[in-house]
């Protein structure tokens, strides 16, 4: 049982380059997440969704786009790189009535 | 605007000391309250969580309280390990969506031999 994983785990890009960040957990949980964690800040949703077959935008959004591939699977996409998204990216999962998100290791971004 | 603020920012302690990170917040309507433990370089895993009516919850050295009337939690270390060294999140949910959960910006705590 591998709980929440994610790749790359570490990846640098140079401004307006794309890249798809992966998510897959094996617990079965129908909601799944994707949060950034920047220095001296708490994380910050960018998007999320609570089942299959649905995404809704989270706190900050702007410049990314999500698929929900199967219920195993929550992508994360950057279509055009910008310095300002270098950050450590988090997936997470919930079951359906517990309250306990569980994360994955992370990805370090860097945008040069 | 609800918001969660966490106290101090870090602390550096003495291995085999007690100490105590504070957590208040204005998340209204209250759901439950959460503390996770992130190390460096890894994702953040749950320590308690604790609802309206609960009060005190441990989980081996670490015991948080809540006073939902103040809208204060508090994460009590007793005797301190080196493997204690992390950052310690709060993190809050409200009634009005499930899926929305307002996050602290951590307390680094560096445990020193």
């Known amino acids: 049982n591998a709980g929440v994983t994610q790749t790359p785990k570490f990846q640098v890009l140079k401004t307006g380059q794309s890249m798809t960040l992966q998510c897959a957990q094996d617990m079965n949980h129908n909601s799944m997440y994707w949060y950034r964690q920047d220095p001296g800040m708490g994380l910050r949703l960018i998007y999320y969704s609570a089942s299959e077959g649905t995404t809704d935008k989270g706190e900050v959004p702007n410049g990314y786009n999500v698929s929900r591939l199967n219920k195993r699977e929550f992508s994360l996409r950057l279509e055009s790189a910008a310095p300002s998204q270098t950050s450590v990216y988090f997936c997470?999962?919930?079951?359906?009535?517990?309250?306990?998100?569980?994360f994955g290791p992370g990805t370090r971004l860097l945008v040069l | 605007k609800n918001q969660v603020e966490q106290s101090p920012q870090s602390l550096i302690i003495l291995e085999g000391k007690n100490c105590t990170l504070q957590?208040?917040?204005?998340?209204?309507?209250?759901?439950?309250l959460r503390w996770y433990k992130q190390d460096t370089g890894r994702g953040p895993v749950s320590l308690t969580i604790?609802?309206?009516?609960?009060n005190t919850k441990s989980n081996g050295r670490y015991t948080a309280t809540l006073d939902a009337d103040t809208k204060q939690s508090s994460l009590h270390i007793t005797a301190s390990q080196l493997s204690d060294s992390a950052s310690y999140i709060c993190v809050v949910s409200a009634t009005d969506n499930f899926n929305k959960f307002y996050f602290g910006s951590g307390t680094k705590l560096n445990v020193k031999p």
């Open positions: 957590c208040n917040y204005t998340v209204s309507p209250f759901s439950n």
């Open positions: 997470a999962s919930r079951d359906r009535g517990r309250e306990t998100q569980y």
């Open positions: 604790m609802t309206f009516s609960e």
